[in-house]
């Protein structure tokens, strides 16, 4: 269809998510290919194993990523190894290894990301400063792009909005912060007094580890009262707030380790929709289908009772369960 990937580049409507993905992944490996037997052929080192500790696995992760001429290594053979245990690694290891480490940075607890019950997505926690573990974070992601490995991990659409140079939108709070998405809705379209009704400032208050602070979202912003004539400047700095400013320095970092493995020319054939598709796979579990496709081997077959009882108890399983089964 396509004669070279320029064409595909100007064209890439016209390809489905499938198709780009499978596209990423066959161009992702022919470069692995290529730059494997140029190191051959110069006796150079043409892979690179990861090899960490399951208790020390940011920490020593962190460390080996940060080696210098690291990426051209990752982007021709990526392998890990975990300490003190003999599995080899074809495919499962490396799973496993991003399952465990996405795990640890992305829990609340650990305070890097925040996460949204409400929304089900993690956003970057400004008051966080372990810098080089956003970039860490960035670096995985393009990675498991690289190899193909689907992260249990969801954000809301300005992130991969901001990967793709998109512009944000005051919609895009919603899947963030979704009471203050609403309330700056209901600024918008008060039509009374908004001085008396809402009592705003020019300057956001918010806690950080147990203390109140506060910022002006302009010069002498506290001192500059929120009216029917300047609201809409208000929501257009806050919105800016949120999803610009108080992240500065971590969303740096944390593209900055993505771009290593992820180029911004290769990402424009996506749409921010089709590019969380590639990082975090469907969040529609179709088990149906799973078992409609399933082949079965030593003599078994969909009719065997065991196997029966199998599909029932798992069609049961909730959304939780059916991802921990996979």
């Not at 780009?20 to 190191?39: C, D, E, F, G, P």
Request: aromatic residues 14%; proline residues 2%; negative net charge.
């Amino acid at each position: 269809l396509f004669r070279n990937d320029n064409e595909l580049m100007k064209y890439p409507y016209v390809i489905n998510a499938n198709n780009k993905a499978k596209y990423i992944n066959i161009s992702n490996r022919h470069a692995m290919q290529t730059l494997r037997v140029q190191n051959i052929l110069r006796a150079q080192n043409s892979r690179f194993i990861l090899s960490v500790s399951r208790q020390n696995i940011i920490t020593e992760t962190i460390n080996q990523l940060s080696v210098d001429g690291v990426e051209n290594l990752i982007k021709q053979e990526f392998r890990v190894k975990f300490e003190g245990e003999d599995a080899i690694d074809e495919g499962g290891v490396k799973k496993e290894f991003f399952q465990i480490i996405t795990r640890k940075l992305f829990d609340p607890s650990y305070g890097m990301f925040k996460y949204s019950d409400e929304t089900k997505a993690y956003w970057f926690n400004e008051h966080s400063q372990d810098i080089s573990e956003f970039e860490l974070v960035g670096k995985l992601i393009g990675i498991a792009i690289f190899n193909g490995v689907i992260l249990d991990v969801h954000f809301p659409p300005a992130l991969y909005k901001k990967l793709l140079g998109l512009k944000l939108e005051l919609r895009d709070l919603l899947a963030i912060v979704p009471t203050v998405y609403k309330g700056l809705i209901e600024l918008l379209s008060f039509e009374g007094d908004v001085e008396s009704t809402f009592g705003l400032d020019f300057s956001i208050s918010y806690d950080e580890y147990g203390a109140t602070r506060k910022h002006a979202l302009k010069t002498y912003g506290e001192n500059i009262i929120v009216t029917l004539e300047n609201r809409q400047e208000y929501v257009e700095l806050y919105k800016n707030y949120i999803l610009q400013t108080s992240i500065k320095e971590q969303w740096e970092a944390f593209s900055k380790g993505f771009y290593c493995f992820c180029t911004k020319e290769t990402l424009k054939i996506f749409n921010y929709q089709e590019l969380e598709l590639l990082i975090c796979g469907n969040s529609e579990l179709d088990f149906n289908a799973l078992k409609d496709n399933a082949r079965y081997d030593g003599g078994f077959s969909p009719e065997w009772p065991t196997i029966v009882y199998f599909w029932e108890i798992l069609l049961q399983f909730d959304y939780e369960q059916k991802k921990k089964f996979l």
